[in-house]
C-alpha cells in the first residue's frame, strides 16, 4: 500500500490559493458580495432614472423638491430617533414604545387644534394658536413617557436585558389599544393654519421651500442645539452623563439616579411631542397606528447615526430622511415600478438591515456590535 504523502504548497499555487479562499470568513465573502450587489443595483436604477426622456423622468426643480422634502422629514426622525437614543445611552435599552410616545403627543395635540380651526382662532391668531398646540403635545408625550419609566421600566431596571425589551413591546402595544380605544380607528386631517398652507413659501438663499417645512427644519435644528447645550451645561445633564457612563458611582457620588432618569424619558418625550405636531402639520393626518411606522423610522435613524450619540440621531435622521424621499424616485424609476412612493418602508427596512450587518456601531459609532 503506498504511503500517505504531504504536499507543501508554494506561494502563488493552486492549493495555496484555494486555501487563502478557504482563511475567509463566510461572513466576509456574504459581505462583499452583498455590496457588490448592492452596488450594481443602485447604479443601473440611478443610471435608468436619470435616463429617461424629459417627459417621463423628473426635472431639476422635482429633484430639488425631493431633496427639500427629504431633509423636512429627516427633522421629525432626528427629534423622534434622539429618544430613542437618551434611553439607550442611559440604561441600555431599547424604548419601543417611544414611537407611541410621539403618536399620542400628535393626537391630544390634534383635538386642541381641531378645536382652535373649528373655532376660526387658528387662523385669526396662527402663532399663539400653535405655541398652544405645541406645548398640548410636548407636555401630553413628557407625561407619557414619564409613566412608561415609572410603572413599566423602573421596576424592572435590574432585570435580564430581554424583560426590558419585551416589556416595551407591551408598552408599545398596550398605548396603540389605549388609542385605539378612545380615538377610534378612523385617520383624523390635522388642521393646518393657512399662514402654513402648502402654496404659501419662502425663499431662503435662493432656495424655494414651503413654510411648514422651514418651520419643521428650523425647530428640528433649534431642538438638537439646546438638548446639546442642556447635557453639556447644566448641572442635570452632566447627572445624565454621569449615569450613562456609570449608575453605581453615580449614585455614591450623590446623584439622584432615578430622578435623573426620568427626566432623561421627559427628555425624550418632549423632543417626542415636537415631532408630533411637526408630523400633524406636515402630512396632514393622524391615526392610532402612525407611531409604529414612524417609530421603526426614527429607530434606524438612530442605529444609522450611532446609538447612544445625540449627534449620531440627529445625522442619521437626516440621512434617513434623504434616502426615503430620493431613494425610490431614483431607484425604482427606471425599472417601471408603479407607485416608487410606496416603497419608503422598503427603504427603511433595508438601511436598518444593511447597517447591523456592514456597520453595526453605526455613523459615528465604532463601527462594531456592542455585546449585551
Partial sequence: MAEDTDVEATPGSATATVGR??????????QILLAILIVTFVAI?????????????????????????GVAQGGIYALIAIGYTLVYGVLRMINFAHGEVFMMGCFISFFFADAYSSSGFLNRHPYPALAIVFLIAMLT???VAMLLERVAYRPLRNAPRLVPLITAIGASLFLQNT????????????????VLSGDKSWTILGVTMQRIQVVVI??????????????????????????????????????????TIMVTFALGGLLAGIAG????????????HIGFAVGIAAF????????????GAALGGLVLGLLQSVGPPLLFTGFN???PFQLQDVITFSVLVLVLIFRPGGILGSGQAEKV
Fill in 21 to 30: 479562499v478557504q482563511r475567509l470568513p463566510l461572513r466576509q465573502l456574504i
Fill in 179 to 194: 388609542a385605539y380605544g378612545f380615538f377610534g380607528p378612523q385617520t383624523r386631517a390635522y388642521p393646518v393654519p393657512d
Fill in 300 to 311: 434606524t435613524a438612530s442605529v444609522l447615526g450611532g446609538i447612544g450619540s445625540i449627534s
Fill in 337 to 339: 415600478i408603479p407607485a
Fill in 45 to 69: 436604477g440611478s443610471y435608468k432614472t436619470l435616463r429617461l426622456p424629459s417627459g417621463e423622468g423628473y426635472d431639476a426643480s422635482t429633484w430639488k423638491a425631493f431633496v427639500i422634502s
Fill in 141 to 143: 408625550s413628557c407625561l
Fill in 218 to 259: 428650523m425647530t428640528a435644528i433649534l431642538a438638537v442645539i439646546g438638548l446639546t447645550l442642556f447635557i453639556a451645561r447644566t448641572r442635570t445633564g452632566k447627572s445624565i452623563r454621569a449615569v450613562a457612563e456609570d449608575r453605581e458611582i453615580a449614585s455614591l457620588m450623590g446623584i439622584d439616579v432615578d430622578r
Fill in 277 to 288: 405636531v411637526q408630523f400633524g402639520l406636515t402630512f396632514g393626518q393622524v391615526n392610532f
